[in-house]
Every structure is written in structure tokens, then in C-alpha cells.
């Protein structure tokens, strides 16, 4: 939490903070990522009048979200721009006199999401009947049975795999 009694005074009063952030895990609807690593975030709010705050700061975590193909753990950097401006009734960040950072950069966090994430571009992923990670070895699961008019199809890709 950060207290906003000083800048909460003047109109165009303004204050500078370092403040660290005590998240341990995103929590979203989609599941739940660990952070791995986090910097403290420097924090600029200016009172801009009419019961409004801006806030200005740039949030860093690094977590840690699956591979959506093969699910092993992949850490993935966050910058997290905060260019916000608040009104002192909006009761998801402001508490009396104090600003609930942790909260903000999580409901931030979720804007700047990647879309995918990979372990590596050629990740293999996972075998549909076993669950082995194609990127450790191969399994001795059969291959699907494919449609006889689709073998053509699959003569051309196992030449270009022999290349």
C-alpha cells in the first residue's frame, strides 16, 4: 500500500516513490502463474484536481507461464506500463488515504499478456495419446489412422523430413 496523504493535499502536488511489490502469483481466471522475479516499481502520483490522481510508473515481473504446446515452465519478462489516471472513490485501488500498487499492477499485468507462449519455436509438444513430451523423444504410440485419400499428403511431408 501506498500512502497518498502527502500528494492528496494540493492540487498539482506531486510525489515520487519506490515502491515494492509483494504479489507472489497472478491470479486470473485462465489459472494462477507464479512470479519468479519482481523490481521494485518507481511510482509517480500527481493530484490533477477534481478528485483525480495520475499515475505514471513501469512494472517488471518475470513469470512463469506453461509452453502451450508441451506445458513445461517458461519464464516470461512483463513490462508492465502504468499511465493511469484514478478517482479517489474507485474502491478497487484506493483504500481511506492509500493506494493498493499491488493490485493495479496485477489487473495491469493482464493487458500487456502474451498471447502464446513457447518454450521454443520447434517445440513439438505433447503426444495425443500418451502425453509424452515430443521435445524429449518419441513415444511408441501408432500413428493415427489416416484418411487413404490424405496419404498422398503425408508421402510429400515424410520426403521433405527425409531432406
Not at 5 to 24: H, P, Y
Not at 86 to 112: F, M, P, R
Not at 128 to 154: H, I, T, W
Request: proline letters at 4%; one cysteine or more.
Amino acid at each position: 500500500m501506498l500512502d497518498l496523504t502527502e500528494v492528496l493535499s494540493d492540487e498539482g502536488k506531486e510525489i515520487q516513490r519506490e515502491v515494492d511489490l509483494t504479489l507472489d502469483r497472478l491470479s486470473y481466471r485462465f489459472g494462477t502463474f507464479e512470479i519468479i522475479r519482481k523490481a521494485p516499481l518507481l511510482l509517480t502520483v500527481t493530484n490533477i484536481g477534481g478528485r483525480k490522481l495520475l499515475l505514471r510508473g513501469n512494472a517488471q515481473l518475470e513469470v512463469s507461464i506453461p509452453c502451450a504446446r508441451c506445458l513445461e515452465p517458461v519464464a516470461v519478462r512483463l513490462e508492465i506500463p502504468l499511465e493511469n489516471e484514478l478517482e479517489l472513490e474507485n474502491k478497487d485501488y484506493i483504500d481511506g488515504y492509500n493506494l493498493n500498487v499491488d493490485q493495479l499492477v496485477h489487473d495491469e499485468a493482464l493487458l500487456v499478456w502474451p498471447e502464446r507462449t513457447l518454450c521454443r519455436e520447434d517445440c513439438r509438444g505433447l503426444c495425443g495419446v500418451c502425453g509424452q513430451n515430443l521435445n524429449e523423444g518419441s513415444c511408441d504410440c501408432e500413428s493415427a489412422d489416416l484418411d487413404p485419400r490424405m496419404a498422398k499428403v503425408l508421402d510429400i511431408f515424410n520426403k521433405f523430413k527425409e531432406v
